[in-house]
């Protein structure tokens, strides 16, 4: 068997790139090597027992004489595990010219916690940072500067030190923010952090969504330039940055309830049903598409709220029980991470027992926002999960986790190893991102998640035009971004590993490649496009760019319509 990413156990240590070769009597390396660039940032991977799930060699590794002489020098030399066992590997190695790895000079890149283990020079610029090494990037935070790894990882502790609501909110604020706060110019008049808290609590009274931010992403923000981090557009509105909405905005923009047979079962697509499960989430985005339902009422929103309830998620197992055409199922809300686990076993096995569901998808930004909750050995969703992978696999049906980054910076090492467990548990898992504003609309910061996602062996599978949303104006994107950034990135990384470039087409049309526009009007910011496999092809769906991109503003667009 032939590993293109190898990872052996040696002290504490994980070397990378190289081909491993697995036959019945020992573990060798082929003469095929790639650098061995990227060893310290997942080095903590086999340090960490059983946690990442990473496959580690139970017999000394050797190395033909010609990979060794391009090792660096800063080595160890790691143990044998037995006497014996390395005698019946190197018998049967003698003739292939290896050497056992305690006869060498330099065999091992040196275990270490500094950030200079890393090689600046060879590691990409999306991969720096000292969120990359086993490192407390939580303890930066004031209020946690004493918390050590273990409880991080705890998703109970996680869940206990949300900041959730307004009031948690303006009081960690105050804690974590300079005094002064750099200028940015789109918010020239915050100067002070009594300014920005300001801003934020009036923010929040005017947004769809309620707040809710776990520590990984709190700890992920540079509260040093709250006003420009991405991050932070991304979860906490501020007043100063609100547009108004455009005027073909409606709150349920893709019309999901007019396309529900059962309450919270969204049937658009002629074999496909979105399942409904919850109306909770770890966390709340400002530009949800379902800011009608999604989280707790708010001052302007009041939410048609979907309970985790088993008398409805009946009724919408029956009316897929009763639909022979449906094939294809997403689990989503909400968020399937606010499940208990049992009750994602219960739909799980429910779905499964239906002999004409042949795949389903549990959507989730949890790996995202909680990566801790993959890593945690006192919790049981992700053992649930990777249990309903593997029955899915036994009756020939697939099961995949989709998942939602928008940024390289919503990755640490803790969310490298929670994906190298799915990984190496056989979890597919795809990544589903929304073009925002500020965020993640330049062709470099794009390139660099897709290009992140596809290292931790998650499928970029969707880029988003932003929806019509209530309050986001400020991060919707017009069509033309949209299209520059396919038509930049495509080329630039495997065909497999570039994603689809999609609008969900407002009035309940679906999803269609943003390119497949029928028209466009770059003046007006009007597109329009047909979708013949979902509505027959003869109802025309009209897509707008925000107003502000537009000329004027879109003074004279807003007045026409």
């Known amino acids: 068997m032939c590993s293109l990413f190898a990872c052996s156990k040696l002290s504490g240590t994980i070397i990378h790139g190289l081909v491993l070769h697995r036959t019945r009597s020992a573990t060798k390396l082929s003469s095929c090597v790639f650098p061995i660039t990227q060893s310290s940032l997942f080095r903590s991977a086999a340090q960490k027992q059983g946690q990442a799930g990473l496959a580690r060699a139970s017999e000394p590794v050797y190395f033909p004489e010609h990979i060794i002489q391009g ?4 080595i160890t030399h790691p143990p044998v595990t037995s006497k ?16 056992k790895l305690q006869e060498i000079t330099k065999p091992v890149i040196e275990t270490t916690s500094s950030e200079s283990a890393i090689d600046t020079t060879t590691v990409p610029a999306y991969h720096r940072g000292s969120k990359y090494d086993r490192v407390p990037y939580w303890q930066k935070i004031g209020r946690w500067k004493d918390i050590t790894e273990k409880q991080f990882l705890s998703y109970r502790w996680g869940t206990a030190n949300d900041i959730q609501g307004k009031m948690k909110l303006h009081d960690f604020l105050r804690e974590a923010l300079p005094e002064n706060i750099p200028q940015n110019e789109e918010h020239q008049h915050i100067r002070t952090r009594d300014d920005f808290i300001k801003d934020v609590m009036d923010g929040i009274d005017r947004a769809p969504m309620s707040i809710r931010i776990p520590p990984h992403i709190v700890s992920s923000i540079d509260w040093t330039k709250p006003l420009e981090d991405p991050l932070r557009r991304q979860f906490i509105p501020m007043m100063s940055g609100f547009q108004p909405d455009h005027p073909k905005l409606t709150l349920d923009s893709l019309h999901e309830a007019e396309d529900s047979p059962v309450e ?6 002629h074999d496909k049903c979105l399942f409904l499960a919850s109306s909770h989430c770890p966390l709340y985005c400002r530009f949800c598409t379902r800011s009608y339902a999604v989280g707790a009422n708010t001052s ?3 939410k048609s709220s979907l309970k985790p309830q088993l008398r409805r998620w009946e009724a919408m197992l029956q009316y897929i029980a009763s639909n022979p055409v449906i094939n294809d199922i997403v689990i989503s809300g909400g968020d399937s991470y606010s499940l208990m686990p049992h009750h994602l076993r219960l739909i799980g096995d429910r779905l499964l027992a239906i002999p004409h569901v042949r795949r389903f998808r549990i959507a989730t ?5 909680s990566p801790s909750r993959t890593l945690d050995p006192e919790d049981d969703w992700t053992d649930e999960l990777i249990a ?14 989709h998942t939602h980054f928008n940024h390289p910076s919503e990755f640490s090492w803790v969310s490298r190893e929670a994906s190298q467990k799915l990984f190496a548990n056989g979890v597919t898992v795809r990544n ?18 897709i290009r992140e996602l596809a290292d931790n062996n998650i499928q970029p599978y969707y880029i988003y035009a932003g929806d ?11 069509l033309s971004s949209i299209l520059t950034l396919e038509q930049q990135l495509r080329g630039t990384i495997a065909g497999f590993m570039t994603p689809q470039f999609v609008v969900d087409l407002p009035g309940g049309g679906g999803k269609r490649l943003a390119a497949s526009y029928k028209s466009y009007d770059r003046v007006t910011g009007k597109s329009t496009f047909v979708a013949p496999a979902v509505k027959g092809g003869e109802t025309v769906y009209e897509y707008w760019d925000p107003l502000a991109s537009l000329p004027g503003n879109g003074g004279d667009v807003r007045d026409e319509l």
């Open 84 to 99: 014996a066992s390395a005698q019946s590997v190197d018998d049967n190695l003698k003739k292939s010219g290896a050497v």
């Open 365 to 369: 930004k949890g790996l995202c926002v």
């Open 264 to 269: 919270g079962l969204v049937h658009r697509y």
């Open 432 to 449: 589903q991102s929304v073009l925002l504003k500020g965020v993640n609309d330049s062709v470099e910061t794009m390139g660099s998640l």
């Open 71 to 74: 090792l660096p020098q800063n």
């Open 300 to 302: 302007t929103v009041t």
């Open 388 to 401: 309903l992978v593997k029955r899915g696999r036994e009756c020939g049906k697939q099961i995949a986790l």
């Open 468 to 478: 019509l949303v209530r309050g986001v104006e400020d991060l919707r994107t017009p």
